[in-house]
């Protein structure tokens, strides 16, 4: 079956592997630099489908991760949402990462 036949186009996708200590620091570091220390962090695997949400930057960086696992980092975006429960705007972070294949991990 042709898939461009049902709109279907091809695109390619920047993506930088790293590990979660480096990702970790370095979206903390930005963070901190915002003054964003109770941004809505959602760490998301596109692998997996799996979705980890932080209420703060303490909450993030204290998570227990594996921090040598590697992982290929595909976006990070910074939305303003408006919270329907507590009745504010509030900023979120939206981490978008995938698993590093087998054959591509450094050793």
């Known amino acids: ?9 091809e695109e390619t996708m920047k993506v930088r592997t790293m590990t ?6 370095c979206i903390v570091q930005e963070l901190l630099k915002k003054n964003y220390r109770y941004a809505n962090i959602r760490l998301v695997n596109i692998t997996d489908g ?3 949400s932080f209420r703060s930057t303490e909450d993030f960086i204290m ?4 921090e040598g696992y590697e992982i290929n980092l595909i976006s ?3 939305i303003q949402a408006y919270n329907e429960e507590e009745k ?7 981490i978008l990462t995938r698993e590093v294949p087998e054959n591509d991990r450094s050793e």
């Not at 979660?20 to 620091?25: D, Q």
């Open 88 to 94: 504010c705007s509030e900023t979120r972070i939206v």
């Open 63 to 66: 998570a227990e991760y594996n």
């Open 1 to 9: 079956m042709k898939l461009e036949n049902y709109g279907y186009k």
């Open 76 to 78: 990070v975006k910074e």
């Open 50 to 52: 799996t979705v980890d």
């Open 20 to 25: 979660m200590a480096e990702l970790r620091i």
